[in-house]
């Protein structure tokens, strides 16, 4: 709140340097011109002409669009002298971690829409971001701070958190898709997509199950809370439900345990929707923490699971970079992140969506070979996983069965990889913290 009021009161706008100009990043560039006080002072993609094609695609005026000084090099952003917020929209984790610590490095505050580089490295970046005395920060718009800003509210509030994430369309097989079955399961035609320019690995990531298991671990890690110990379940849930399926199973719930991650999907095993699904929205379960307040949810209208402890908060939708301004204004005008990694409980492990022979490279996240799935952080570096972050153009060593996580020894890696060291590093930490 009062966001718009402590912008008109700045006597200087808040200067925006954006890596990348894909869906996110235009979607952004689109909110800039109606919104006074917000200048995009530079652009990195490497394409600058798909910088360009991007603000004429959302209407710039030709005078705006030559006022913005166009890179290739999403470093030299970071280190810019004109950017005060650096929001990094690559997608790449390898590119996303170098990003953020130059622009940390040079006192800039970070905006991460790139959730993979955060899972990655986030509670290492989000340290050195406090250390520096700068923020780092979740995209708001995206799923993950949208969910941590619900879990905000419930704490602050006084409400345990019982559960917390989002919905999905999600269907039995889906962890085997690939880019070429992508389509059919989305029900999209071929060749509208080819014709609209669709990237088919990108959206296969969405289906497969990696970008609900990204997003999942990005969420428990700003926000304290767990990783179900086998990974995501996608029980099918409607919002009128959300209290009663996402409650611990002492209660008559599915959960294994209270504080959890979980996402739910929006149709049955059998392709029937779910009534009142959550396809593209987040949710809270919180729980009445005294008999009182549980009275207070009756006389109220809350609707709450059969015991009357449990009830839940949600938002449908959410507007992706049409909302980005929100964590912009709150980094510069505030010095407060939009929900910011906080500890290492989760990680996604790179794992086998068919037997893989070695020899074979990986080709990442959405791809042919692998898909992400969810593990408490102690679980899976204890177990060696490969981060699916790092699984991208790296070679088997060894076959894998279908099903089976990827480990690092699996895999000839670049040991000297500044993010492969980054990453390490962490994970470093988190044993000698047993």
Known sequence: MNLYRLLQERTHPVRVGLIGCGKFGTMFLNQVPTTPGIEVAVIADLSPDRAIKAMRHVGWEEDHIASVRLLENGSDLAAHPDVEVVVDATGSPSAG????RTA???GKHVIMVNVEADVLAGPLLAEEARKAGV???MAYGDQPAMTAELVDWARACGFPV??????TRFLPGFHQSTPKTVWQNIGLDPEMAERDGLNPQMFNSFVDGTKSAIEMAAIANACDLTAPDDGLSFPPCGTDHLAHVLRPRADGGMLEAKGVVEVVASDEPDG????????YGVYVVIEGPNEYARLCFKQYGVTTDSTGM???LWRPFHLIGLELNISILNAALRGEATGSSRTFKADVMATAKRNLK??????????FCVYGKLAPARKSVAAGALPLGLAHGVRLKTDIAAGQVVCWQDVEIDAASAAVKFRRSMEQSTLSAD
């Not at 971690?97 to 953020?100: G, N, Q, R, V």
């Not at 019982?162 to 919905?167: F, H, Q, R, S, V």
Request: proline residues 3%; glycine residues 16%; hydrophobic residues 35%.
């Open 358 to 367: 070695a020899g074979e490279s990986l080709d990442g996240e959405g791809g």
């Open 162 to 167: 019982i559960a917390a994430g989002k919905g």
């Open 135 to 137: 923020v780092y920060s």
């Open 104 to 106: 940390i490095r040079n």
């Open 97 to 100: 971690i170098l990003h953020a």
């Open 272 to 279: 029937r929707p779910v009534t009142n699904d959550l396809r």
């Open 310 to 312: 449990y009830t839940a």
